[in-house]
């Protein structure tokens, strides 16, 4: 199955966070905890250069812990700083907090000294639907930026001021304009990254009943209601079957159960599941 989705925007938003990160002391890089790999944009790490970033592993109630915990393991390895949040938890606006004063600390020493106070400024990226605008509310305490369950919600920036002196920058989600190895597209679909108008259910809840077949296959009989075989061309009519997705003259309904599918993953009806652990030893680096 191959995916790409670039549209237009994109441009401009990646365009317009080149242009914001100047006036920002920090970033935090949301991705969603379920597949951290393939949320990382290489254009980030150009635009943003070495910026003081803190990784925020969102929708970690969603992911496995132990490799929740793996990601943040990777990335300290690496001299970054990482959390796991939760967005909608109002937990996560201390987190947040204590996470870039943690990353900012030389330079808050140094206005100390000084006897000067200022704001922390923080830019928010990632990219589409992993987050960004409910963590954003959460920590802001109240409904600020718009949010939804399709990518593109975001399609400008804005400054939120919280309490703490802290002040964040939303920016709209981004991705970048090819894929090199189409697992991460397949990954970015299942998550609801990719906008849904452009894919063939069918096609990719065959893919996620193949992928859940070796990552979790206890936890997707348990919700498919049969044991998966590892082939789509069986399993996805095996499971409609076994779930009653019965259209006109008690045909398999297909579409629909390929839809229903895909949104008990994005919604971890089928628990907590992760998608990717970090690189091993001697391969890529987080950017």
């Known amino acids: 199955m191959h995916i790409q989705w670039y549209p237009g925007h994109m441009t401009k938003a990646r365009r317009t966070i080149e242009q914001m990160s100047g006036l920002c002391d920090a970033v935090l890089y949301v991705l969603d905890a379920r597949a951290a790999g393939a949320c990382l944009n290489p254009d980030f790490d150009r635009i943003l250069g070495k910026k003081p970033t803190l990784f ?3 929708k970690s109630d969603l992911a496995d812990p132990a490799v929740t915990a793996e990601w943040i393991s990777f990335f300290r390895a690496q001299g970054r700083e990482a959390r796991a949040v939760v967005g909608g938890d109002l937990a996560s606006k201390k987190v947040i907090a204590e996470g870039l004063k943690s990353l900012l600390k030389e330079r808050l020493a140094r206005d100390a000294a000084k006897g000067v106070r200022r704001p922390i400024r923080a830019m928010i990226v990632g990219i589409p639907n992993c987050g960004k605008s409910t963590l954003l509310n959460s920590a802001a305490g109240q409904k600020r930026a718009l949010t939804g369950d399709k990518p593109g919600v975001t399609r400008g920036t804005q400054w939120i001021r919280l309490a703490e002196g802290l002040e964040l920058l939303d920016t709209p989600g981004t991705l970048w304009n090819a894929f090199s190895d189409q697992t991460v597209g397949l990954h970015l679909a299942f998550l609801g990254s990719i906008n849904d108008d452009i894919l063939d259910f069918e096609e990719l809840a065959g ?20 044991a998966l075989s590892g082939d789509p061309a069986r399993d996805l009519p095996a499971v409609a079957a076994a779930r009653g997705f019965l259209g006109k003259g008690g045909a398999l309904d297909l579409e629909r159960c390929a839809r229903a599918l895909v949104d008990d993953f994005r919604k971890g009806r089928m628990g907590r599941i992760s998608l990717e652990r970090p ?6 680096k987080a950017p």
């Open 56 to 58: 925020l592993l969102n």
């Open 207 to 226: 893919e996620l009943l193949k992928t859940l077949s070796e990552l979790a296959p206890a936890a997707a009989q348990a919700r498919c209601k049969v």
């Open 279 to 284: 690189p091993r030893q001697g391969q890529p």
